[in-house]
């Protein structure tokens, strides 16, 4: 059974990755930091449904705390599958963002990044076959009034899914980035109603965590042996 480690595994849209990964036949474990509980709870409900799941808990901006979990972990067999999805945004226009504001988002996204993955990668690349999928965003596609340091971050995630594609091609490891717009989660039901909704998007609607979860299920699978290096967005028709 290949294993997929899912970061921000307790939100919305990692909640819905983590589950179809599962389905999909993965044993898939469920980062969370703050958020352990949720997915203690999530793993408890994902094994109870014949699948296979457990959580991990640690902060992605401290590499220590990470390589002290990721690296026992695959001291004898690989993570093979890897979903990039933590993340978080402070927003504020940049002429009054605070350089807390933009560091702690950076660091998540861009540091967060970093720590998670390149532990992961010698013992990927021995077994000759992997998936990387790193959750970016519209933002750093088209900027977003506000959004000055989420958009650099996601901005330079995309930077790298694209030169980290090209350094592991050649070993079977595909690496890409989906790129969601508005998403019907907590996080942005408090910043977009129904009507800005239906002026921003084509669709007239939000997309569902279950759709972006989709996408990355194909991502992972060998459906998609043959697409690296790129940057797909799922947005109903913004850009």
Known sequence: ?????????SGGIGCAISRRLAADGYHVYIH???????????????????????????????????????????ENDPIQILVNNAGIHDDAVFPGMRPDQWHKVID?????????????????????????????SVAALTGNRGQTNYSAAKGAINAATKSLSLEIASRGITVNAVAPGIIDTTMSETAFDAKT?????????????????DLVSFLVSNQATY??????????GMI
């Open 1 to 9: 059974m290949k294993r997929a480690l899912v970061t921000g595994g």
């Open 32 to 74: 969370a930091n703050q958020g352990i509980a949720a997915a203690q709870q999530l793993a408890v409900e994902i094994c109870a449904a014949g699948g296979s799941a457990e959580a991990l808990q640690f902060d992605v901006t401290d590499s220590a705390a990470v390589h002290a979990v990721l690296t026992p972990l695959v």
């Open 197 to 213: 909704i239906a002026n921003m998007v084509p669709m007239k609607r939000a997309g569902t965590p279950t759709e972006v979860a």
């Open 227 to 236: 697409i690296t290096g790129q940057i797909i967005s799922i947005n109903g």
């Open 108 to 136: 998540v996204s861009v540091h967060g990044f970093f720590n998670v993955t390149q532990p992961l990668m010698m013992p990927m690349i021995r077994s000759r076959w992997g998936r990387i999928v790193n959750v970016s």
